[in-house]
C-alpha cells in the first residue's frame, strides 16, 4: 500500500523534499514507516528522528496522521492513502 | 468584546481619519473599528515577537494591550526586538514598548506587567481578554498560557521562530485543538535560538492578522492548522492538526471533539 508523507522544519530542509508517496507492506505501522525513512535518507534523518522504545524520543518531533496524533504511538497500523506529516516545531521568540 | 460588544465605542474624527485605509477593506468598516477599539489584547512575551506584535496591534487600534515581560533589552535583542533604540538598551521592554505605543498612537490604553508567567496571576490576566498573543521564547510559560487560556476560554494565537522558519496556530478552545494536543510531551528549551530578525516580524505580522480577524469577527482562523514558514526555501504551507480527546488540558471541554484520530 501507498502513503504520502509530508515533511516540514527542519526534516524538510535536511531531506530537499516536501512530500513524497511510499510503498510499505499492508499493515505496516508508524514504527514500519519511519524505520523505512530511515533506511532510505540514512543518519540524516535518524538524527533527527530517532525511534525508541515505541515512542519518538524527541518531543520537538511530531508525527500526524491524517492530522491526528498517532493515539497509539509508533505501533498505529497505517492505511493506505493516509497522509503521514514529520514536523518538528520551534521555540524561540 | 468586553463590555462594549452590544454598543462598540463611537470613532472620533481624527480615529477615522487614522484608521481610514483598513476601514476601507469591506470585511472591517466602522463597525470592525468600532470592535477594535473595545478590545483588549494581551502579549505575553515582549521580544522578537512581542515587539512587532503589539506595534501592529496598536497600530490597528486595539483599544487595550497588556504587555508581559519582565527582562530588560540587551544589545543582541535588537536585531529583532524592533521597538528598541540603541539608548534603550538596559530599560524595561514593556516600559520601551509602551513609550513607543504611546507615541504611535496614543489613543491605545497600555498596561505594562513585569511578572514571570505563572498559573494563578495569569488566568486573571487572562480573563481580562479578548485575545492572547505569544511572544514568549519557552515551552515552560506558552504551556502555562495554553492552560490559562483554555480554563478561560480565550484564543491564543501561538508562534515559534527559529533561523528564517517559523510556526503558527491559532488555538481557540473547544473548536481547535489546544498547543497541549499537537505537543503531548514538553519539549527541550533552547537558551540562545539563531533567529534573523525579518523572522518573527513576518509571524508576528501573521499574528496580528488572527487577531483582527477574530476581533472583527471575519476570515478563517487558523485554527485545526499549523502553518509552517521556511524562509529559505520561501515555502508557506499549513498541516491539519486536530484536537486529542485524551488531551489533559482540553480533551474534557465540550465542542466539536470529533476527530478522534487514529
Redesign the interface.
Known amino acids: 500500500m501507498r502513503v504520502k508523507v509530508r515533511y516540514f522544519g527542519v526534516i524538510r530542509a535536511r531531506l530537499s523534499r516536501r512530500e513524497e508517496e511510499i510503498e510499505i507492506k499492508e499493515g505496516a505501522t508508524l514504527s514500519d514507516l519511519l524505520d523505512k525513512l530511515i533506511g532510505m535518507y540514512g543518519e540524516s534523518l535518524k538524527e533527527l528522528f530517532e525511534v525508541g522504545k515505541g515512542e519518538i524520543l524527541d518531543p520537538s518531533f511530531i508525527v500526524t496522521i491524517n492530522g491526528a496524533l498517532a493515539r497509539r504511538g509508533m505501533e498505529t497500523r497505517l492505511k493506505g492513502g493516509d497522509s503521514i506529516a514529520l514536523m518538528n516545531i520551534i521555540c524561540g521568540g | 468584546m468586553g463590555d462594549e460588544e452590544t454598543n462598540p465605542p463611537v470613532l472620533s474624527r481624527s480615529e477615522l481619519e487614522r484608521y481610514n485605509r483598513q476601514i476601507l477593506i469591506p470585511n472591517i468598516g466602522f463597525q470592525g473599528q468600532r470592535r477594535l477599539k473595545s478590545s483588549r489584547v494581551v502579549v505575553v512575551?515582549v521580544?522578537?515577537?512581542?515587539c512587532p506584535a503589539s506595534i501592529y496591534l496598536a497600530a490597528a487600534g486595539v483599544g487595550m494591550i497588556t504587555l508581559i515581560d519582565k527582562g530588560r533589552f540587551n544589545l543582541s535583542d535588537l536585531n529583532r526586538q524592533i521597538l528598541a533604540g540603541y539608548d534603550d538598551i538596559g530599560r524595561l521592554k514593556v516600559e520601551v514598548a509602551r513609550d513607543r505605543i504611546k507615541e504611535l498612537n496614543p489613543d491605545v490604553e497600555v498596561k505594562t506587567l513585569t511578572i514571570e508567567v505563572d498559573r494563578e496571576a495569569f488566568r486573571e490576566i487572562v480573563r481580562e481578554a479578548d485575545v492572547v498573543v505569544?511572544?514568549?521564547?519557552?515551552?515552560r510559560g506558552?504551556f502555562i498560557v495554553n492552560e490559562c487560556c483554555v480554563m478561560e476560554g480565550k484564543p491564543y494565537i501561538h508562534?515559534?521562530?527559529?533561523g528564517l522558519?517559523?510556526?503558527i496556530t491559532t488555538i481557540i478552545p473547544g473548536e481547535g485543538p489546544c498547543l497541549r494536543?499537537?505537543?503531548?510531551?514538553?519539549?527541550?528549551?533552547?537558551d540562545v535560538?539563531?533567529?534573523l530578525g525579518a523572522t518573527?516580524a513576518l509571524l508576528a505580522s501573521l499574528q496580528v492578522m488572527e487577531t483582527v480577524k477574530l476581533v472583527t469577527g471575519f476570515g478563517r482562523p487558523l485554527v485545526?492548522r499549523?502553518l509552517?514558514i521556511?524562509g529559505?526555501?520561501m515555502?508557506f504551507?499549513s498541516?491539519?492538526?486536530?484536537r486529542?480527546p485524551?488531551c489533559p488540558v482540553c480533551g474534557k471541554l465540550q465542542g466539536r471533539a470529533k476527530?478522534?484520530?487514529?
Do not use: H
Open positions: 512575551g521580544g522578537g515577537l512581542g505569544d511572544g514568549l521564547d519557552n515551552w506558552r508562534a515559534g521562530v527559529s522558519s517559523g510556526q494536543c499537537i505537543i503531548p510531551r514538553d519539549p527541550p528549551e533552547v535560538v539563531p533567529v518573527p485545526g499549523m509552517f521556511d529559505e526555501d515555502s504551507e498541516v491539519e492538526v486536530k486529542n485524551d476527530d478522534s484520530g487514529c
